[in-house]
Nanobody, 112 residues
């Protein structure tokens, strides 16, 4: 049974940082690309970042230079380091195995 479990969300002030984690299980993690998406209230879910099985990365323009996606294949974990956070980064962040599975999401709120 595939599971993706996100953690690390919370309330942070503008300019602050958070690190999201996603624990994956039920599949051969190292063989798959993994992604992060986010959904703000009344908005469609949008792509944030992806990391390939070999470690190659790709980012949405809105987060490029501020967010970093990484993975630990030994621990079946994928991370999203978020720096210089802005109020417009407020959303529920989802871990995703492309084309297949979603986590339950973790709330990130950027507010003073």
């Amino acid at each position: 049974q595939v599971q993706l479990v996100e953690s690390g969300g919370g309330l942070v002030q503008p300019g602050g940082s958070l690190r999201l984690s996603c624990a994956a299980s039920g599949f051969t993690f190292s063989s798959y690309a993994m992604s992060w998406y986010r959904q703000a209230p009344e908005n469609a879910r949008e792509f944030v970042a992806t990391i390939g099985s070999s470690g190659s990365t790709f980012y949405a323009d809105s987060v490029k230079g501020r967010f970093t996606i990484s993975r630990d294949n030994a621990e079946n974990m994928v991370y999203l380091q978020m720096n210089s956070l802005k109020p417009e980064d407020t959303a529920v962040y989802y871990c995703n195995r492309p084309g297949r599975d979603w986590g339950q999401g973790t709330q990130v709120t950027v507010s003073s």
